[in-house]
């Protein structure tokens, strides 16, 4: 996290508490995994397309 992002969690934890800041965080933080996730399980699909 470079200076700017954590300036920003800093401030939205000070506007809405931990619990909002921690899940923003999170969601912000899985994004890539989940978008890798699912281009694996389009190219399953798709796999289990051809073979059927």
């Known amino acids: 996290m470079d200076m700017i992002e954590i300036k920003a ?3 939205i934890i000070g506007n809405f ?3 909002v ?3 923003i965080y999170l969601l912000v ?3 890539k995994k989940i978008e890798t996730l699912t281009e694996a ?3 399953l699909k ?3 397309r051809i073979r059927n």
């Open 9 to 11: 969690l800093i401030m």
């Open 17 to 19: 508490g931990f619990p």
């Open 21 to 23: 800041a921690l899940a």
């Open 29 to 31: 933080r899985f994004e």
């Open 41 to 43: 399980i389009d190219r």
């Open 46 to 48: 798709e796999v289990i």
